[in-house]
């Protein structure tokens, strides 16, 4: 069953018809990029899925349930465009931050012992390769590791989907291959599907399975991939480790 499905949506900002009658499904275990030039609708499609705007018309389905009843939120994470981009003084500790992505699950005030809290914490650090940096302050850390702490902060509650919205803009080049390989992984490994906006298309590419292409004009295809791949970048493309 497809994990994602999105029927016949649309959706249109006052001054401007953004997504037309979009229809497309994920499936479980996919790894699917979302590609298209500024202003095609890309970040406006993830909140439209995250019910964080609503649809004009036409339905989203998770995991099989209508969107706009969906309450199994902590099945979902989403990691924003703007997730680095917040005041480098701020005084929070890397496990604070991660921390931070339980509460959507148990609430503010649901119990959750200490002990059980650290371990999911610490887990989420490990998979990211972060466990070390745990007391650093985050604002003290590279664009790399910022960004490995958020999808840090995203994993902490075991999602299903994780949506990452353009999650390698403002980092170094060497940096972006690794958040793209890390992201693999947990795609691979831990069978969690990934749905994000890219405009680093070579080098996730190669870990992603699936493309979702939005025109210009509005119009949306997912195509494989591979064969994304020998239509747009064909020969250009090299892959380094």
């Known amino acids: 069953m497809a994990i994602l499905k999105v029927d016949n949506v649309s959706f249109n900002y006052p001054d401007k018809n953004i997504i037309k009658d979009f229809s497309f499904e994920v499936e479980k275990g996919d790894f699917v990029c979302i590609v298209g030039t500024n202003g095609t609708g890309k970040s406006t499609l993830l909140k439209l899925i995250l019910n964080l705007l609503k649809p004009d018309k036409g339905n989203i389905y998770i995991d099989g349930e209508n969107s706009k009843n969906f309450k199994s939120f902590n099945k979902i994470s989403y990691v924003s465009q703007k997730a680095t981009d917040f005041n480098s003084g701020f005084p929070a500790t890397v496990t604070e931050v991660v ?33 070390e940096y745990s007391d650093r302050i985050i604002g003290r850390l590279s664009g790399g590791q910022q960004q490995r702490v958020f999808i840090a902060k995203a994993l902490v509650n075991n999602p299903s989907i994780i ?9 170094d080049v060497k940096a972006v291959d690794s958040i793209c390989c890390l992201l693999g992984d947990l795609n691979k490994k831990f069978g969690i599907t990934i749905i994000m906006v890219t405009h680093d ?41």
Not at 101 to 113: E, N, W
Not at 163 to 171: H, K, N
Request: net charge positive; aromatic share 10%.
């Open 163 to 171: 949506f990452l919205d353009e999650p390698t803009v403002g980092i």
């Open 201 to 241: 298309i070579s080098s996730i590419i190669y870990h992603s399975n699936k493309i979702l292409q939005i025109s210009d004009d509005g119009n949306v295809r997912v195509v494989s991939s591979e064969e994304f791949g020998k239509e747009t970048i064909g020969k250009h493309v090299h892959h380094h480790n």
């Open 99 to 131: 921390s931070a992505g339980l509460y959507p699950k148990y609430g503010f005030f649901k119990f959750i012992s200490k002990k059980e809290r650290e371990k999911k914490v610490l887990n989420a650090l490990k998979t990211v390769g972060m466990a």
